[in-house]
């Protein structure tokens, strides 16, 4: 004899899952680009720190690595990860005015090196001469290729991280949406 069985809140689980799969999945994708720059960041520290620079070099291009997750024009979320790349955080907005704050008392001078000429090292420079005709000099290409190498050395990573957060997301909007 065959038992009949019912299903409550059929209609409601219905209305759910399509809500998430609708709004949910911007959320999601945002949590997931969010989350993979993470070792993104740490793998291309590594590589500065492993590079063969000196060490205001290395220190500046360690306070230039940053990321930005934004909404691109199909609707979903992309990011970028690298040197000089987002907008600096409040911590590094208050040490760059101390550092700027000190150089107009005497204490340090030239411009010093910051996410606004980092690219001098990355991609190099030829030789530069200043309006009266005195040589500058050229500075090589240190850095160059050390984003794309820590990409590549820490794709797994990124793809682990950005596969938890969106489940951890998909959770929440799960939860949300009743």
Excluded: C, D
Aim: aromatic share 2%; glycine share 12%; charged share 25%.
């Amino acid at each position: 004899m065959a038992q009949a069985m019912r299903l409550e809140g059929s209609k409601q689980l219905e209305r759910k899952l399509n809500a998430i799969a609708t709004q949910g999945g911007k959320a999601v994708s945002r949590a997931a680009m969010a989350g993979a720059v993470v070792p993104a960041k740490k793998a291309i520290r590594r590589g500065v720190n492993s590079a063969n620079i000196s060490g205001p070099v290395k220190r500046a291009a360690r306070t230039t690595i940053g990321s930005s997750v934004k909404k691109q024009p199909g609707g979903e979320y992309g990011a970028k990860v690298g040197l000089s790349v987002g907008k600096p955080t409040k911590a590094k907005k208050a040490k760059a005015s101390a550092r700027a704050a000190a150089g107009k008392t005497g204490e340090k001078a030239g411009v010093g090196l910051s996410s606004a000429n980092i690219h001098w090292f990355i991609l190099g420079t030829k030789i530069r001469h200043t309006k009266s005709g005195k040589s500058t000099g050229r500075i090589e290409a240190e850095l160059a290729g050390i984003v794309p190498q820590a990409i590549n050395t820490a794709r797994g990573e990124m793809i682990s991280e950005a596969g938890r957060r969106a489940a951890v997301a998909l959770k929440r909007e799960a939860m949300k949406r009743r």
